[in-house]
């Protein structure tokens, strides 16, 4: 006679389908990914920002940087968090010469979906003002 599951023992994907026990373990160890667009307005300065985040943990977990950046389009965002603000790291992955090596953006949530707050390049995070604005998606 086939033994009788215990109620709640099925593990499932998102979607419902049953899963094995080793396929319940990929499932377990997969974090969730979503993508925003976060534009950086500081003075005389336009950065398009396009982040990859897990949308649990609001951990910031890739991305990269565009726009008036110096050695424009060679930035990656390398971590950084939403909880509570704005946290982001990204350094200069190519280029050479008077550039910056890193970037950090750090402010305050405020509404609409936006952050204020400073940046600053190699190490620190408080030389010009900013106000980001967010949008869920990829940056256009």
């Known amino acids: 006679m086939p033994q009788k599951e215990e109620l ?25 990914t979503a993508n925003a667009c976060l534009t950086l307005y500081g003075p005389g300065v336009t950065f398009p920002i396009n982040i990859t985040f897990n949308p649990t ?34 350094k200069r992955t190519s280029g050479a010469g008077a550039c910056a090596t890193t970037i950090t953006i750090v402010g305050t ?11 600053g390049f190699d190490g620190s995070s408080t030389e010009f003002a900013h106000t980001t604005l967010y949008c869920c998606g990829n940056c256009p």
């Open 8 to 32: 709640g023992s099925t593990k499932h994907d998102a979607h419902g389908k049953r899963l094995t026990a080793g396929e319940a373990a990929v499932v377990a160890a997969t974090a969730a």
């Open 57 to 90: 943990t609001l951990a910031i977990t890739g991305g990269s940087i565009k726009g008036d950046i110096c050695d424009s389009g060679d930035w990656t965002v390398t971590g950084g968090s939403l909880v509570g603000g704005l946290t982001l790291n990204a």
């Open 109 to 119: 949530f405020q509404s609409p979906p936006s952050y204020k707050g400073t940046y």
